[in-house]
């Protein structure tokens, strides 16, 4: 077949951007030393993707023609590049692109293309550089999200993310972070601020607050995406299958929390048809699997909390005693006042009212959730279930002059005409 | 006595320099690093990169935290300083947290600036 409509071109060029951006930056950012020169190799092979395609028609093998395209490019790039004046490195770093770029690797992960990716998730979320500019990246790099797209799923605008994101990279060089996947004894701390930051991925997409809706499943949708790659990339390490299985469980309840006027529904009121099985049963074996780290850490816990109530059939059969006994459990590994809140509902829903009151009167008078609007919330949720109407009433009414999200305070209002 | 001279300034006004003016003032410094070498003052000094390549590390319960940016705490004061060599950020970051001061204090980490003689 000869030429191609640009439509197709265009939406066989966007989706391979998307899925092998990582895979085709990671070794070359090894291979030619920075990530600036890395990305424009492969901004190089996707253009000439974008003239010939049109002209000479889509490839049988498109990833296969935009890996040797990248591969060409970047030994263009060597045989001119000061870097490698010695003839002998030149040959030696032609020699290892070659090695990198062919055969080309299938969607099996070979050796060597894992560490690459190791290494740039890595360094993506290097604690030296400041938390937004991991997240923009992240997208940028690994899931090859547009400079735009990535402004637009966090409210800036695109001038000031390309600057973020030049920044970034200019620090990379400049200041020495390393490009490789940190020693034993700093992985697990590591580990910890990659998981976070594809954690903020997915929240930020998944927190009802502003912004386009289709943005924000996207997010999702990468977050998710991450988060199957690091477990891929790590195959014993428990707490990323613990992300992964707690994303999958709460974007499988994404249709039903809000309604049709964009109000809030709450996990008791949801219609759990309509939460995602599929996506549920995937997540049910990784909730074992991240359970038997020892100890389980935050996010097992949590996806762990979030496969009960995905198991529920109803919200009257959750079991509340061992959503409580999970959160004592987190309490104990990693203490914290919203723990100790989620904590002393489940108490209460369990059945002891009375015991769950208690300890969200004690975590108030300690003061360290004060400005916490789901303090109040809980207390009067709880005042509502016992008929405590006016003291039910009160307590919404100190939860409302803290929150700050709108489809929040819209359920908080309901809840107070109501009682 | 050994004495560090430490140069503060806006680093944007050297940026917006003409580069005549800019050759200038490197020039000056040279000639001025020439004759303290010459007259037996000179120790050591480098140009540090720009503050955007900063990181500061802190030690808290044994636990390394590394953040981007510089120090801005006006409470503490600069009290001393380590030229040190390593490979890469990671292990500049290891030396900063083995610095007591890294327990009660910051440690800012800037790499120093390379003339590589095309500027």
Redesign the interface.
């Known amino acids: 077949m000869l030429g191609a409509a640009p439509n197709d071109v265009g939406a066989t060029l966007d989706r391979l951007f998307r899925e092998e951006h990582g895979r085709i930056l990671a070794p070359l950012i090894r291979l030619l030393g920075d990530f600036e020169r890395a990305e424009e190799v492969v901004q190089d092979a996707f253009e000439a993707a974008m003239q010939q395609w049109p002209v000479e028609g889509i490839p049988e093998t498109p990833r296969a023609w935009v890996l040797r395209a990248a591969r060409n490019k970047a030994i263009d790039r060597i045989r001119r590049s000061a870097r490698f004046s010695d003839k002998r490195k030149e040959l030696e770093a032609v020699a290892e692109v070659e090695r990198s770029f062919a055969p080309p690797p299938d969607e099996l992960l070979t050796e060597g293309l894992r560490d690459d990716m190791l290494r740039l998730v890595f360094t993506c979320c290097h604690p030296a550089i400041a938390i937004e500019a991991q997240l923009a990246l992240t997208l940028r790099t690994i899931c090859g999200l547009t400079t735009e797209e990535i402004a637009r799923a966090f409210l800036v605008d695109a001038r000031t993310m390309a600057q973020r994101i030049v920044r970034v990279q200019k620090k990379i060089a400049a200041a020495g972070i390393p490009y490789r996947v940190p020693g034993a004894e700093d992985l697990d701390a590591r580990l910890e601020a990659v998981l976070h930051v594809l954690y903020l991925v997915f929240n930020e997409g998944y927190s009802a607050s502003a912004g386009d809706e289709l943005v924000r499943r996207s997010l999702c949708a990468e977050g998710i995406r991450l988060a199957e790659l690091v477990v891929e990339l790590l195959p014993d390490h428990p707490e990323p299958k613990g992300l992964l299985a707690l994303m999958l469980l709460s974007d499988s309840r994404r249709d039903t929390r809000v309604d049709a006027d964009g109000d809030l529904v709450v996990l008791e009121e949801q219609d759990r048809a309509r939460w995602d099985r599929a996506q549920i049963e995937r997540a049910l074996p990784l909730v074992e699997a991240a359970l038997r780290g020892r100890p389980p850490r935050a996010y097992a816990l949590q996806a762990a909390v979030a496969a009960l109530h995905a198991q529920a059939p109803r919200a009257e059969e959750t079991d509340w005693r061992q959503i409580a006994a999970l959160y004592a459990v987190q309490s104990r590994i990693s203490p914290s006042p919203v723990v100790e809140l989620n904590q002393a509902v489940a108490i209460a829903m369990a059945g002891d009212v009375a015991r769950g009151l208690r300890q969200i009167d004690a975590l108030e008078a300690r003061g360290s959730l004060a400005r916490y609007h789901l303090l109040p919330a809980a207390r009067a949720d709880l005042l509502r279930r016992l008929g405590r109407n006016e003291d039910a009433a009160a307590a919404y009414r100190a939860a409302l002059e803290l929150v700050g999200n709108d489809v929040e305070r819209r359920y908080l209002e309901r809840r107070l005409r109501e009682v | 006595m050994q004495y560090l001279l430490m140069i503060y300034e806006n680093e944007n006004v050297m940026n917006d320099m003409a580069p005549e003016a800019r050759g200038a003032m490197f020039a000056e410094y040279n000639t001025f690093t020439q004759d303290i070498v010459k007259s037996g003052h000179f120790k050591a000094g480098d140009a540090l990169?720009?503050v955007?390549?900063?990181?500061s590390v802190r030690v808290k319960d044994g636990?390394?935290?590394?953040?981007?940016?510089p120090f801005a705490e006006t409470k503490e004061q600069l009290g001393g300083y380590y030229l040190v060599e390593?490979?890469?950020?990671?292990e500049?970051?290891g030396i900063a947290a083995r610095i007591p001061a890294a327990r009660t204090g910051t440690i800012e980490?800037r790499?120093v600036m390379v003339f590589d003689g095309s500027m």
């Open positions: 990169q720009p955007a390549t900063a990181t636990k390394t935290i590394t953040t981007d940016g390593a490979a890469d950020l990671d500049a970051i980490v790499p």
